[in-house]
């Protein structure tokens, strides 16, 4: 792998993973053209992760580290029979909510693992995986008022968003996306949307990263890529900075819609490049 195909991979997973758009089928279309197997980049894959995770920790550190705290304030609480005491702290019920959508996605991931895997090979897939993407980022902006706020929000919503999130696992499905238009159908504020979709994305984005870094070590590690892929993984957090600051600002002036023309467009060109290379085959 060179630096620039580094650099521009980690630029599209930085931006992609956050933009609504799929970060796992622009990746998986790039190695295709790029020719690079799975295989060749499970490293760089991994680490790819963990530049994205930089990004989430560097744009919403406050309310990490306020969970981190209150993780074990609710520890102290349960054994000192107090109860969780959700109506009385909020960021503890943001808590709780997080861990209930990732249930749901962490079942769909384990159980569907390999049928998921087997769909990045085949791009028709991959196209089919961007249409649905921009359909749902075009319906989102036609639904209700968002006006639930954190006190309002409960379990039903946090599973809902955590199935969608795990059926974003599908390649051409955006994560982000699909998280972020849970939430909004919910009836979440849109702020609130957006800030529950990037947060739960860390124990998302750390279980595959950990899952794939396993495979890595088992594959063994190339010395000579360790450049590009720290060049890689720098410029997937600094791009997922700014895709998450954009983000903020696209789903509050109500702009997903969008969207959801570039991955028809992206969508449709695969199809039909998929269609007739088949048909050349």
């Known amino acids: 792998m060179s630096y620039l195909q580094a650099v521009i991979l980690g630029l599209i997973q930085g931006l992609t993973e956050f933009l ?4 796992s089928g622009h990746l998986a279309l790039l190695q295709h053209f790029f020719g ?26 406050k309310d990490i580290w306020e969970l ?15 109860g969780l005491r959700l109506d009385e702290r909020p960021i503890r019920k943001l808590g709780v909510l997080i861990i209930t959508a990732s249930i749901p996605t962490a079942i769909i991931g384990f159980a569907f693992n390999d049928f998921f895997e087997g769909l990045y090979s085949n791009i028709l897939f991959i196209g089919i995986g961007f249409m649905i ?9 036609r639904f209700g008022s968002n006006s639930r706020d954190l006190d309002k929000m ?5 599973i809902f968003i955590g199935i969608l ?5 599908y390649p051409g499905i955006s994560r982000s996306g699909s998280t972020i ?8 504020k849109r702020e609130l949307a957006v800030r529950f979709a990037f947060l739960i994305s860390v124990p998302a984005i750390m279980g595959s990263a950990l899952l794939e870094g396993k495979h ?3 594959e063994g590690i190339d010395m000579s890529v360790l450049g590009p892929v720290i060049v890689g993984m720098a410029v997937a957090a600094v791009s997922g900075v700014i895709a998450i600051k954009a983000m903020i600002k696209v789903v509050s002036d109500r702009k997903l819609k969008y969207f959801s023309f570039y991955v028809w467009v992206l969508g449709t060109a695969v199809i039909i490049y998929s269609i007739f290379g088949m048909a050349v085959k």
């Open 154 to 158: 409960n379990l039903r919503n946090a």
């Open 68 to 82: 981190i705290k209150e993780l074990f304030m609710t520890i102290g609480d349960i054994f000192t029979g107090k």
């Open 36 to 61: 690079i197997s799975g295989d060749d980049v499970l490293l760089f894959t991994v680490l790819l992760h963990v530049g994205t995770l930089i990004s989430v920790f560097f744009m919403y550190w």
């Open 165 to 169: 999130q795990g059926i974003a696992i």
């Open 133 to 141: 993407t921009g359909t749902m980022l075009f319906l989102s902006e």
């Open 181 to 188: 238009v849970g939430g909004l159908t919910t009836g979440l």
């Open 20 to 23: 609504p758009v799929s970060s």
């Open 216 to 218: 890595a070590l088992e």
